[in-house]
């Protein structure tokens, strides 16, 4: 049996590791049964903001009458639009797979692994030994119990974002941030949507105050039903029959085609932890401390499968954590500030509490509000509805969140996640000076309205 100092399962964040590793000296082998590079390169964030950069483009051209221009949408070529995405990350990943092969540490395993003992691990058939184990498996699409379900083709996010013939019509079940991206992609290439959401609100995590205004401007463009279950889902001769309770009333609704958007679930159920005891929670997600171990010495986990938060910038985070750990003296993790972004249309961007969080925990907080439409820049672009806001405690001027919906709210954001890591960051906006007209003045004119 082949003894390694470390065994990394999952070749997304925790391919960081395993290089790391090797690299300090460490006698590393990788197992990763599909394409290297995990969710985010190969079936998430890449090829969905590489897609949805053609959605932007299309949404200019349908607007472009706000500007004087006349203009219109002549032919969509999904095949083109979705082929540019999968080439750049399908020869990403061959490219990893090709560096990771051809040295001789890192020790790639092609195939899927699970545990046999507490630090025994089968892959292919064969076992191998870890003096250390990480855990970075991440996670796929939840597939409600929903009658019918199995036997009515359907799409998560990965046959999505592979798909080469434009659809007339999709229902989508699911009105969080991957049907919310997707969404909004179909929907500005020409597919007519229907979205399907449990919830009252469209991301029902944002600030209250976001998620109601977003959900106020879908509800505007497409077909969004709210409050809403869907009971039943049958294949038809021409497409999808989704059956759907609304309060005391059921309706049916039809497309062409079926997209699954319902969360997530982590992918620990095939690992056989309980041969190594590494215990989960009740959802299936690996407990890890504030170190990233689990309950099991020298075995961590990191990204979706811990569950923690599920971005891909906080799962590099976790590996850079996690390499410290093996390597050096121990450092409890920071994630402080956690900032993330929806990229739809409006764009949406937060960090740190909502307003509802800081009600909820009792702050005494105060808000600071700004509109795009009111400088310079938010007027040139036409932005009827943006706005930012900062959630700022009272006493000390210590900024407690910041949310916001418009165009670039994922750059502009990133102004306060900076002074956030300060710890002094009210004052630090105020007093910045912001290039005229830049959208950046938003920034400044809200750190300026916190009344203070």
């Not at 159920?269 to 989960?280: E, I, M, Q, R, Y």
């Not at 210590?398 to 502009?412: E, F, N, R, T, V």
């Not at 002094?424 to 309205?449: F, K, M």
């Amino acid at each position: 049996m082949k003894t390694f100092d470390l065994i990394v399962i999952g070749s997304g964040a925790g391919l960081n590791v395993a290089v790391g590793a090797a690299e300090a000296g460490l006698k590393v082998a990788l197992i990763e049964e599909g394409p290297m590079g995990g969710t985010c390169l190969n079936r998430g964030c890449i090829p969905s903001k590489i897609i949805i950069h053609s959605a932007d483009v299309a949404e200019t051209i349908k607007n472009s009458n706000l500007y004087g221009l006349h203009s219109s949408l002549k032919k969509v070529n999904l095949k083109t639009v979705t082929e540019r995405a999968n080439k750049i990350v399908d020869s990403d990943a061959r490219s990893i797979e090709k560096n990771i092969s051809s040295g001789r540490n890192p020790v790639l395993f092609k195939g899927y692994g699970k545990f046999i003992d507490k630090y025994i691990i089968e892959v292919n058939n064969e076992k191998i030994k870890g003096k250390k184990i990480l855990i970075a498996t991440g996670a796929r699409t939840f597939i409600p119990p929903i009658d019918g379900i199995k036997e009515t083709p359907f799409m998560t996010s990965t046959e999505a974002l592979r798909q080469t013939n434009l659809p007339k019509s999709m229902i989508i079940i699911g009105g969080g941030y991957i049907g919310a991206e997707l969404g909004y992609f179909y929907a500005a290439m020409g597919c007519k949507i229907t979205v399907i959401q449990r919830a009252s609100l469209l991301l029902p995590r944002e600030d209250h105050e976001i998620a109601s205004l977003f959900t106020k401007i879908w509800k505007d463009k497409y077909n969004v039903i709210t409050n809403a279950a869907v009971t039943k889902v049958e294949k038809k001769r021409k497409g999808i029959v989704a059956t759907v309770k609304i309060g005391t009333k059921t309706k049916r609704y039809s497309a062409e085609k079926l997209l699954v958007a319902t969360g997530v679930q982590p992918n620990s159920d095939s690992l056989n932890l309980k041969k190594a005891n590494v215990k989960v929670n009740e959802r299936g997600f690996i407990k890890v401390n504030r170190f990233m171990e689990t309950n099991v010495k020298n075995v961590w986990a990191l990204g979706d499968v811990a569950g923690i938060f599920m971005f891909r910038h906080s799962a590099n985070l976790e590996a850079d954590y996690v390499l410290n750990n093996i390597l050096r003296k121990k450092k409890a993790i920071d994630y402080y500030p956690m900032p993330h972004a929806v990229f739809t249309n409006p764009q949406i961007a937060g960090v740190g509490l909502t307003e509802q969080e800081a009600a909820a925990q009792k702050k005494n907080y105060v808000i600071g509000k700004a509109f795009y439409k009111n400088t310079g820049m938010g007027a040139a672009l036409a932005e009827k509805d943006g706005f930012m806001k900062l959630i700022v405690e009272k006493r000390t001027k210590k900024i407690l969140g910041c949310q916001i919906l418009g165009p670039h709210a994922s750059i502009l954001l990133h102004e306060v996640c900076v002074v956030m890591k300060a710890r002094n960051g009210l004052d630090l906006l105020r007093d910045t000076i912001p290039v005229h007209p830049a959208l950046s003045e938003l920034v400044q004119r809200t750190a300026l309205n916190v009344p203070l």
